[in-house]
């Protein structure tokens, strides 16, 4: 970390007979923190002899003992239920240098996860009881949902707990989990409370995945459509070239998938110079701002992957119609999530208010709301090729709303 302080130059008021205020700084200060966390692919995570997980925690300090507080996706611990003994095992053997700050505490999967009050503040309680500080580890093993939430604690307990994410999912592990980004639900509105917090280290562990309903394997797919739309046309070819093979979840295809969908978010945040999303335009949020409304009006019982396939189909159709994209392109896209199995149309997409609104629409203006600055959305102009849009047009949206309905009706 850099640290400095410049003096800033006197201001001068010569000259000025006024007392008005004056806008010079008396310092300026500068900050630049670095960050720098390690993104493991391994297999038998907790087999006592693979070494990533206690290498993982104490790269740093490797003669000490750390503590960690394990919070589990009870999802993962029905579905394998040997995992709880495995990592007792592995602190066990490891004991040296890994101690269990607490018994893992499993909380339920999901979105529920994220939703609820009381969850966090037992949570937190929790990890005051076992006196977690700033060098001790909170260990998230779960989906995308569980790690937001266990990100966010660890992030805000003491203003900053390590934080060591091992996703579950699809989606956790080619895209959330190497996010720096957490967040938790609050007054109805997805992710309102969170922060920006790189992990201190990420472990994806394919052997995890085997247990997953077939929806939360086929849902991260969208995430991977969506980045290589927007960063690299070569792996979606790569994606259509493969889609049979991922529908049906082929282990090499889906690890490819997995693997270069996470480098190219990753790649993103990097480079992209605006880790911590100040500005407006997020490219990664193509296809979000209808993804995000969806899952709240189906009151998440849409996952988000399976949201993100709506959103992506929504605004291709829709840059086809404003112009900005050849049918061929559009139809590419269109053609590729329904052959990896997606349903591009929600009953809720119709729902409307009592003024007769679109509900949907909403999620342009909550977007709005989560971003701040100038309105823009990610729009496609070939693929692998995007651009900013300033507004979208509310009877485009309708137009493209149908289209998908009538295009679902024919193929159910
Ligand atoms: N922080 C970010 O940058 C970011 C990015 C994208 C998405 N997200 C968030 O991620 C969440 C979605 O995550 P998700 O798609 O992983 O779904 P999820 O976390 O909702 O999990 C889906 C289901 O899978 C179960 N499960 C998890 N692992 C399992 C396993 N190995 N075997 C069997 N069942 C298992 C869970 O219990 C749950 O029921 C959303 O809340 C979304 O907002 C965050
Ligand atoms: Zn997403």
Redesign the pocket.
């Known amino acids: 970390m850099k640290f400095r302080v410049m003096k800033a130059p006197k201001p001068s008021h010569q000259g000025s007979s006024t007392n008005a205020p004056v806008l010079d700084a008396l310092y300026q200060q500068g900050l630049s923190v670095s960050f720098h966390f390690p993104v493991h692919f391994t297999h038998g995570l907790f087999r006592l002899d693979n070494p990533v997980f206690v290498e993982s925690v104490t790269r740093l300090e490797p003669d000490r003992r750390h503590r960690l507080f394990f919070i589990i996706?009870?999802?993962?611990t029905s579905?394998?239920p040997d995992l709880l003994s495995d990592i007792e095992r592995y602190l066990h053997h490891h004991d040296k240098r890994l101690q269990l700050a607490k018994p893992p505490v499993i909380v339920?999967?999901?979105?529920s996860?994220?939703n609820d009050v009381k969850l966090i503040e037992e949570l937190q309680g929790k990890l005051l009881a076992a006196a977690i500080d700033r060098q001790s580890f909170i260990v998230a093993i779960?989906?995308?949902?569980?790690?937001?939430l266990a990100?966010y604690l660890a992030a805000t307990f003491h203003r900053g707990v390590r934080h060591i994410r091992i996703?579950?999912?699809v989606?956790?592990q080619n895209?959330?989990g190497v996010?720096v980004?957490?967040?938790v639900n609050a007054f109805g509105i997805?992710?309102l409370l969170g922060t920006f917090a790189p992990p201190f280290a990420v472990i994806n562990d394919d052997e995890?995945?085997r247990?997953?309903?077939p929806r939360?394997t086929r849902?991260?797919m969208a995430?991977a459509v969506k980045v290589s739309l927007v960063r690299d046309p070569g792996f979606f070819q790569w994606i259509e070239q493969n889609g049979h093979a991922l529908a049906t979840f082929e282990p090499d295809e889906l690890a490819f998938l997995i693997r270069r969908c996470a480098e190219l978010h990753m790649q993103h945040i990097a480079r992209c110079g605006d880790p911590f999303e100040l500005a407006s335009a997020r490219p990664l949020d193509f296809g979000h701002w209808a993804a995000h409304k969806l899952e709240n009006l189906t009151q998440y019982r849409l996952?988000?992957?399976e949201a993100v396939a709506i959103g992506l189909a929504l605004d291709t159709r829709y840059s086809f119609e404003a112009g900005l994209l050849d049918a061929c392109d559009c139809e590419r896209v269109v053609g590729l999530l329904e052959l990896l199995g997606f349903r591009l149309w929600h009953p809720q997409m119709g729902t409307r208010d009592s003024e007769g609104q679109l509900l949907l629409l909403d999620g342009l203006r909550e977007f709005h709301e989560h971003l701040g600055g100038e309105f823009s959305v990610t729009l496609l102009s070939a693929i692998g090729s995007m651009l900013e849009v300033h507004e979208m047009d509310h009877d485009r949206i309708l137009t493209v709303c149908r289209w998908l309905q009538a295009r679902d009706r024919d193929r159910t």
Do not use: F, W, Y
Request: aromatic share 0%; net charge negative; glycine share 22%.
């Open positions: 996706d009870a999802g993962i579905a394998q339920p999967g999901g979105e996860a994220k779960g989906g995308g949902a569980v790690i937001d990100g996703p579950t999912t989606l956790s895209d959330s996010s980004k957490n967040g997805k992710n995890l995945l247990t997953l309903e939360d849902a991260g995430e996952r988000h992957g």
